[in-house]
């Protein structure tokens, strides 16, 4: 890491005395608190990408076992009855599905968007119609493939459809079947994706994932890639093989980090 000792002063304000002030007491040096904290980070960024994969896998499985389980492709948006989200769900479905028409409304050109208008305003557009309501109107009008609002959709919601909420409705009919081995309890399931959901937050935030909190997402994370679409448990099915590297170079870092944070407290 290149840092020079008169650029200490400047990176201590980007980065603020308050997010390095547990690291410069442990340490009684700025630089390395400074090196240390971006370590950390390389660390986060790793676990972060490691956490990726296991959150794509995880909503593609549940997507496909859905649809099947649904009868269709719609079950996202228009589950058959008598079957219903959860407010909290059913927000972050719409949120999504909005965040999905955004995108694909700012890919239009001004032609484009003013064709919208005929749809949106059959009888013609009111003369005190605001900018922001005619964009929410227009954008309403774009379709989105279900894979465009899935993309959209945060852990959070995948997470918490593994909750005790959904025990009857969805995970003994359907998502059991993201973890098909007859062994695995919803519960336990629950539980190891809320661990790495909480740590997926916090790296987001770029605040650190260290000490029993790495300790407790790596296990919840082989927990997970040892499951996830296997019929076996253990440490080659093809999610965990596919991370296998990965998982390995992010424990090496760590295991690193822990050993320097360790020698300043000796």
Known sequence: MVMQDEDIAE?????????????RRLTGNTKEAIQLHQE??????????VIATIEIGLRNSVSEILSQHFGGPNWL??????????????????????TAQRSEYSKLNSEEKSDLDLKAY??????????????KKRRKLIQVSNGKIIAEITFHFWKK??????????WRPALKRTFPHKSIKRSDVAINLENIYQSRNRL????????????????????????????????????????????????EKADALHARLAAYRR
């Open 11 to 23: 990176i201590t304000l980007l980065l603020s005395p308050g997010r390095l002030s547990n690291l």
């Open 40 to 49: 950390t980070l390389i660390v986060g960024a790793e676990l972060m990408s």
């Open 77 to 98: 948006l228009s589950p058959p009855a008598p079957f219903k989200w959860r407010e909290v769900e059913a927000r972050k479905i719409r949120t999504a599905q909005d």
């Open 122 to 135: 059959p009888n013609g557009r009111p003369k005190n119609e605001t900018h922001l309501n005619r964009a």
């Open 161 to 170: 459809i593994y909750g005790a909420d959904y025990e009857h409705s969805l």
């Open 204 to 251: 987001a935030h770029h605040e650190p994932v260290l000490h029993a909190r790495f300790s407790t997402t790596m296990s919840s994370i082989d927990y997970i890639i040892q499951r996830l679409g296997s019929k076996n448990i253990g440490p080659n099915t093809p999610l965990a093989n596919l991370l296998a590297e990965p998982i390995a170079s992010v424990t």
